[in-house]
């Protein structure tokens, strides 16, 4: 079953200090706002925009509330420079339906649901397979890095795939074959530039193994 796999599988990963492969980061930046500050800042709530970050920020203070020395706490300290991919609330609402078979009509629900079905240990390592530790990458940088290997602070990789510079439109090839990658947005690139924390919004979760 996909869901025991899943959970499974990402709750014996081991942590790795992620690197970015052929990618050279953007120039520094010197601002240290948080993404966590970021995306805690519309709240701590739900709402009815399927297109904003909701459970994102939900799912990453859960589990720092039930693991205060997770490494996604990276993400509350703005002088680590990183880059996070964001996958949208509608982007864990198509991948609970995956895992569960079932469409939750409220992003409260979809969370719930997902945290049922995998628990918290998964959902850590699912976060962290979104964030590329040590290199702050902003849209420029990622458009003129066609096949880069973007080591994740998880320990996987996921490929960097440009389809055009013109559009622009870049893919993200994960660990998973069989399912769709997930595209950066093209109204939600640079989240938090300027700092040394800078996130990409994305259409699909990223999948750290094959489902």
Known sequence: ???????????????????????????????TTSLASVLAADGAGFDRNWYDYDIVDNAVTAVLAAKPG???????????PLTAFLPNDRAFQ????????RWYGSEEKVFGALAQAVGIDAIEQVLLYHVVPGATID??????????????????????????????LVVLRDADRNDVNPLLV??????????????????????PLDL
Do not use: E, W, Y
Not at 186 to 207: C, E, K, M, P, T
């Open 1 to 31: 079953m996909r869901i025991r796999r899943l959970a499974a599988s990402l709750a014996v990963t081991a942590l790795a200090g992620g690197a970015v492969v052929g990618l050279a980061p953007a120039a520094s930046a010197a601002g």
């Open 70 to 80: 997770s490494p996604v706490a990276v993400l509350a300290d703005g002088t680590v």
């Open 94 to 101: 198509v991948l609970t339906q995956d895992l569960t078979h």
């Open 139 to 168: 849209s420029a940088t990622a458009l003129a890095s066609d096949g880069a290997a973007l080591t994740t602070a998880q320990g996987g990789t996921f490929t960097v795939d440009v389809l055009s510079k013109r559009i622009p």
């Open 186 to 207: 093209r109204s939600q690139l640079d989240i938090n530039v300027g700092n040394a924390q800078i996130a990409h919004g994305i259409s699909f979760v990223l999948r």
